[in-house]
């Protein structure tokens, strides 16, 4: 069982906004502002989309936004686009000891 | 450009030891930490540990402490993920990745992984 909870699925249709939510504890997600959000596509390594919580790196649609209420964090993407459907996982930064970082268990986005 | 480059595929018995690779460029290799990721085939993201390579100060996910062995060569830029005697449980892709010394948790950007098959 992942530290951090993810739904499985999500799925929208172009164009449309979804959001992924990402739920811990005050060790993690809620004692921390360091929430990150990953994409990976098949067969790919993961790629950083959101750091802190809120930031992009560079190079990174300003379509991906992050944002953290209590224990729970979460990913949304405006303006869906096909190129858009793949796997994100959400982590945070851990106080109980080790792991220093722990990961949510993965959404799959669908775009219909 | 940033970028880490793994060693490639590998495919052993159980019992076997490895060491794979991942090596840094573009960027001062001492002044970020290295982690490794584990990935099982169809699951999610495992943290495993990661290594200071300035000093080689290491510490270990306890899912994972004493079966691997991370190190670092700072002088060739390179991390290593190490196994004594694997087992068929060991098969999964495995990324290495840059992360923050402040200890914020983001990897970026992450090596293109290794993908390791433990079979008889």
């Known amino acids: 069982q992942s530290a951090l909870t993810q739904p499985a699925s999500v799925s929208g249709s172009p164009g449309q906004s979804i959001t992924i939510s990402c739920t811990g504890t005050s060790s993690d997600v809620g004692g921390y502002n360091y929430v990150s959000w990953y994409q990976q596509h098949p067969g790919k390594a993961p790629k950083l989309m959101i750091y802190?919580?809120?930031n992009r790196p560079s190079g990174v649609s300003n379509r991906f936004s992050g944002s953290k209420s209590g224990n729970t964090a979460s990913l949304t993407i405006s303006g869906l686009q096909a190129e858009d459907e793949a796997d994100y996982y959400c982590?945070?930064?851990?106080?109980?000891?080790?792991?220093?970082?722990?990961f949510g268990g993965g959404t799959k986005l669908t775009v219909l | 450009e940033v970028q880490l480059v793994q060693s490639g595929a590998e495919v052993k018995k159980p019992g076997e030891s490895l060491r794979i690779s991942c090596k840094g460029s573009g960027y001062s290799f001492t002044s970020y930490w290295i982690s490794w990721v584990r990935q099982m085939p169809g699951k999610g993201l495992e943290w495993m540990g990661r290594?200071?390579?300035?000093?080689?100060?290491?510490n270990y996910s306890p899912s994972f402490q004493g079966h691997v062995t991370i190190s670092a060569d700072k002088s060739i830029s390179t991390a290593y993920l190490q196994w004594s005697s694997l087992k068929a449980s060991d098969t999964a892709m495995y990324y290495c990745a840059r992360s923050s010394s402040t200890g914020s948790g983001w990897f970026d950007p992450w090596g293109q992984g290794t993908l390791v098959t433990v079979s008889s």
């Open positions: 290594i200071d390579p300035s000093d080689s100060y290491t």
């Open positions: 982590s945070s930064y851990t106080s109980s000891s080790t792991p220093y970082v722990v």
């Open positions: 802190d919580v809120s």
